[in-house]
């Protein structure tokens, strides 16, 4: 997980640090135009998006929700660890 150090608070002399982490998200295009968006690690998060960048931008904003309330309740943070995608191929009788 990447550090990035900001700068001292003015008159405290702390450094902040900024933490950046990744997740993976699912976009599943809508019939009716757009994207549904989930993130595995976290599966309260569902929203949507016109287009692609609509979509993502809404998934980082809920992501960063999310993160927010784990952190002001004192939980833990989920990893954002990427989840593994394989296919399954079924047969169906005639």
């Known amino acids: 997980m990447p550090y990035h150090w900001g700068r001292?608070?003015?008159g405290c002399?702390?450094?902040a640090v900024t933490q950046m982490r990744t997740f993976a998200v699912v976009l599943e295009p809508e019939e009716e135009g757009g994207f549904t968006v989930r993130v595995p690690s976290l599966p309260e998060i569902?929203?949507?998006g016109?287009?692609?960048k609509e979509a993502l931008a809404m998934a980082e904003d809920a992501i960063r929700?999310?993160?927010e309330d784990c952190t002001a309740r004192g939980e833990p943070v989920p990893?954002?660890?990427p989840p593994r995608i394989r296919e399954v191929t079924v047969t169906l009788a005639a």
């Open 8 to 10: 001292p608070a003015l």
């Open 13 to 15: 002399g702390k450094i």
């Open 46 to 48: 569902v929203t949507y």
């Open 50 to 52: 016109r287009d692609e």
């Open 65 to 67: 929700l999310v993160l």
């Open 79 to 81: 990893a954002g660890e």
